[in-house]
């Protein structure tokens, strides 16, 4: 047999030389596959000499001979498992095996004596090298050209790929992440990544500029060679973009920080080198300069694009001829009295602006009405376009003319509860399809009269721009939101930027409409938002409590107000614990891990799936994490595990969990399962957009970087009914004073004033009179 022995492998190696004779499972996406392989030779300690073998396996041929490193693994149900990290198949390694093995049926057309002057040209190693060298079937005497190429892509379609992956592995990367990396590249791999191994960073997830660094030094690339220069600016740019928000950077900034990246541990690189390169990759299309600022080319366009679209839907002709102010205050009449409500000066003020204007804003606090304008808005524009709110009214080819809209699936059936309305999500709306895109944009518009967006604070520079200029022509468009929310998880501050320009017509609500029973929570929340530590914090209200603990006992008070919470009725599904991080003693993991045993504790009854270090139930409250379009299911949504599919309760063999959403239920198999995470506590950031009867918020020293203003509000108007916060009150007073809020880099308001300004009156805030004795109003959120 031909050396095995390559790169990694060594002869202390623990190894398996075996014949795989049947595939159990094989995932076609990442080639994870489980099979059974006859043991011909190994150094492991095996009892039998079969074995179900594990690993990433993009080809694999039954019946022929291979050698896979790896190790034993026990798998609780299967037994003794071989976990493959690499594997090459075996040939062999005599002239005469070698030629039996080309003129065999797997290469047509080559015949016997072809083979025999094949192998009496190019010697035993003849495969190795026409997968190298290709050309070195020229020196094959009467080898026609047609048949030198196909043999040449069979060689590379059986063993090309292995020497592909193993070469890889050679690198460093595992059998998952090398078959990532061979989908992306194809044959072409190996080349690719030799001439610019940089180029992973951009192409490949789950590969960092340093991992690609380190391969660039072993690979011998000179450390001020331009496509590390190239490489570590567009890193730097991603990573600002999505782990702060920023749109670009400042030339000075990016400059400070590419030298600060690439000059360890020794300087290498000066300044001069990265204003050559920067001006080399403007030329090249990859990074755009202006004002002094670099941005990613996507994010270039997408802030041009929603100057562009905000220009564009301001200058339509305003609809307020359509209607007079008899007209609109008889309809709105008409409206108070059937809902048996009555506006105030300002939610009539912003209602009828949005019917007035072809876009507008709408913002305020919690408590202060929002959810009654956008409901008075519909309906008061169905009733003077003589239009039906009803879907039924409407036949299959006509559009219905509303369209509700949020970022998250649970902020848009919030608004539909509220209205009373068909409510999606924005990429629901815009149709998308993941990798492949959205359906609608410029040139497929979507079909509508009238737009509201909710929840505006959480959209971020890209989603926004893709939304505004999928709109069709004379289409209205009411943007909602609160501005002292937590601003978009993705690049930019889309709504604090449209405000900041003052160029749109805009309604700023601020009176509060106290709850029912007299809530203390809206009245805590403005209380933060002005900066403000109310005397009665840690003092007992009808709808909060404040728990004074340690951060080593958090934990412990959170599981007993939750279980207080139980034993008074409330499901596990109602109560939820905020939490601003991940990791530590009081973080969301380690939260997580206590509830699931205290609100769906283990049983030999209930069925369990283990994925990575966690471990799932029946029963156990799940968070989505990625977009799923095909199923209806977006990041931030919360369900509930309803099934745990077993293997052998299936024909396909195939094990999988099954979530509902709100009736909408999802199947998983187990390599999806990193879309979900347990959510008996979630972060304040996946909390945006929803609201829950019963919120728990831990607050700590221990969360110091996070403990923010803006933070704390955001989690304190997420209760709808009761607040229990835990923990120590100074930290939460630090939070509250510490207003800093990080600044993003972001001229979107000042190009929407460059643009706009002369075009667009501002309407100026309407302060809300005090209701008298005879008004009626359910004007909170």
């Known amino acids: 047999m031909v050396e095995v022995v390559e790169g990694r492998q060594t002869d202390e190696d623990n190894y398996i030389k075996g014949t795989p004779y049947r595939v159990i499972f094989k995932n076609d996406d990442n080639a994870y596959t489980v099979m059974r392989v006859k043991v011909e030779e190994t150094n492991e300690d095996l009892d039998d000499k079969d074995i179900a073998v594990i690993g990433h396996f993009p080809v694999i041929h039954m019946h022929e001979s291979y050698h896979f490193t790896g190790t034993i693994q026990v798998h609780p149900r299967y037994g003794k498992q071989y976990e493959v990290q690499y594997y090459k198949k075996l040939l062999p390694e005599s002239e005469e095996g070698m030629i039996q093995y080309l003129s065999g049926d797997l290469f047509p057309g080559i015949g016997q004596k072809t083979a025999e002057s094949i192998i009496h040209t190019l010697g035993e190693n003849a495969v190795s090298k026409i997968i190298d060298s290709p050309e070195c079937l020229n020196d094959v005497p009467k080898l026609p050209d047609d048949k030198a190429k196909q043999l040449y892509n069979t060689l590379m379609e059986h063993q090309g790929l292995e020497r592909i992956m193993l070469t890889l592995s050679k690198y460093g990367f595992g059998p998952q992440l090398s078959m990532k990396i061979y989908q992306t590249y194809g044959n072409e791999t190996v080349e690719i990544i030799n001439d610019n191994p940089y180029c992973l960073v951009h192409d490949v997830d789950g590969i960092g500029f340093q991992r690609s660094d380190e391969l660039a030094q072993s690979l011998g690339m000179d450390r001020d060679h331009p496509n590390r220069i190239h490489a570590a600016m567009i890193y730097l740019l991603t990573e600002e973009a999505m782990n702060n928000g920023h749109v670009f950077l400042p030339i000075d900034d990016i400059i400070e920080a590419t030298l600060k990246l690439l000059n360890q541990p020794t300087p290498i690189i000066n300044e001069g080198q990265v204003m050559q390169e920067i001006d080399v990759l403007e030329e090249e299309g990859k990074l755009v300069i202006e004002d002094e600022h670099i941005y990613l080319p996507s994010l270039y366009f997408a802030e041009k694009g929603v100057v562009t679209s905000i220009s564009h839907l301001a200058e339509e002709p305003s609809p307020q001829a359509e209607f007079s102010e008899t007209e609109f205050l008889e309809a709105l009449g008409s409206l108070e009295e059937r809902l048996d409500i009555q506006y105030?000066?300002?939610?009539?003020?912003?209602?009828?602006?949005?019917?007035?204007?072809?876009?507008?804003?709408?913002?305020?606090?919690?408590?202060?009405?929002?959810?009654?304008?956008?409901?008075?808005?519909?309906?008061?524009?169905?009733?003077?376009?003589?239009?039906?709110?009803?879907?039924?009214?409407?036949?299959?080819?006509?559009?219905?003319?509303?369209?509700?809209?949020?970022?998250?699936?649970?902020?848009?059936k919030r608004m539909g509860e509220s209205t009373g309305l068909p409510a999606v999500t924005i990429h629901r709306l815009l149709g998308w399809k993941g990798e492949a895109g959205f359906d609608h944009d410029d040139e497929n518009p979507i079909a509508g009269r009238l737009l509201i967006i909710d929840e505006m604070s959480m959209v971020d520079l890209w989603l926004t721009n893709?939304?505004?200029?999928?709109?069709?022509?004379?289409?209205?468009?009411?943007?909602?939101?609160?501005?002292?929310?937590?601003?978009?998880?993705?690049?930019?501050?889309?709504?604090?930027?449209?405000?900041?320009?003052?160029?749109?017509?805009?309604?700023?609500?601020?009176?509060?409409?106290?709850?029912?029973?007299?809530?203390?929570?809206?009245?805590?929340?403005?209380?933060?938002?002005?900066?403000?530590?109310?005397?009665?914090?840690?003092?007992?209200?009808?709808?909060?409590?404040?728990?004074?603990?340690?951060?080593?006992?958090?934990?412990?008070?959170?599981?007993?107000?939750?279980?207080?919470?139980?034993?008074?009725g409330y499901a596990p599904r109602d109560i939820q614990v905020l939490a601003p991080i991940y990791k530590g003693n009081a973080g969301i993991d380690a939260i997580n891990q206590a509830l699931q045993d205290l609100f769906n504790p283990d049983s030999d009854d209930k069925k369990t799936i283990?994925?990575?270090?966690?471990?799932?139930?029946?029963?156990?409250?799940v968070l989505q994490l990625m977009n799923e379009p095909e199923s209806n299911v977006f990041n931030g949504d919360i369900g509930e595990i309803v099934a745990i599919i077993k293997a052998k309760e299936t024909k396909d063999k195939i094990e999988r969990v099954v979530v509902s959403f709100d009736g909408n239920e999802v199947s998983y198999v187990k390599k999806d399962l990193n879309q979900l995470t347990l959510a008996y506590c979630c972060s304040i950031h996946k909390s945006q957009g929803s609201e829950f009867p019963i919120v728990v918020l831990p607050i700590v020293k221990g969360y110091h970087r996070m403990l923010k203003r803006n933070i704390i509000y955001t989690a304190v108007t997420r209760s709808r009914s009761y607040l229990i916060i835990c923990g120590d009150s100074s930290a939460f007073e630090q939070a509250i004073n510490r207003s800093d809020v990080d600044r993003r880099h972001t001229v979107l308001a000042d190009k929407l004033v460059e643009r706009l300004q002369e075009e667009t009156t501002h309407i100026e805030d309407v302060a809300e009179p005090e209701l008298t004795s005879g008004q009626k109003t359910d004007g909170y959120d």
């Open 344 to 412: 105030a000066p300002s939610q009539r003020k912003a209602i009828q602006t949005a019917l007035a204007s072809p876009v507008m804003l709408l913002t305020g606090g919690p408590g202060t009405g929002k959810t009654t304008v956008i409901k008075g808005m519909v309906e008061v524009y169905a009733e003077l376009n003589g239009l039906s709110l009803n879907l039924k009214d409407y036949k299959d080819d006509e559009d219905y003319p509303f369209i509700l809209i949020a970022p998250t699936g649970r902020a848009a």
């Open 466 to 568: 893709q939304l505004f200029k999928s709109l069709p022509d004379n289409i209205q468009v009411v943007i909602v939101g609160d501005e002292d929310q937590l601003p978009s998880v993705g690049p930019g501050q889309v709504l604090k930027d449209f405000l900041d320009a003052e160029v749109i017509p805009t309604v700023r609500l601020t009176d509060i409409y106290r709850q029912e029973d007299g809530s203390s929570i809206i009245e805590l929340a403005h209380h933060i938002k002005d900066g403000l530590i109310p005397e009665t914090l840690t003092q007992p209200q009808i709808d909060r409590r404040f728990f004074k603990c340690r951060q080593r006992d958090i934990i412990d008070a959170i599981c007993q107000v939750c279980e207080n919470a139980v034993s008074k």
């Open 610 to 621: 283990t994925y990575g270090d966690k471990v799932y139930r029946v029963g156990d409250k």
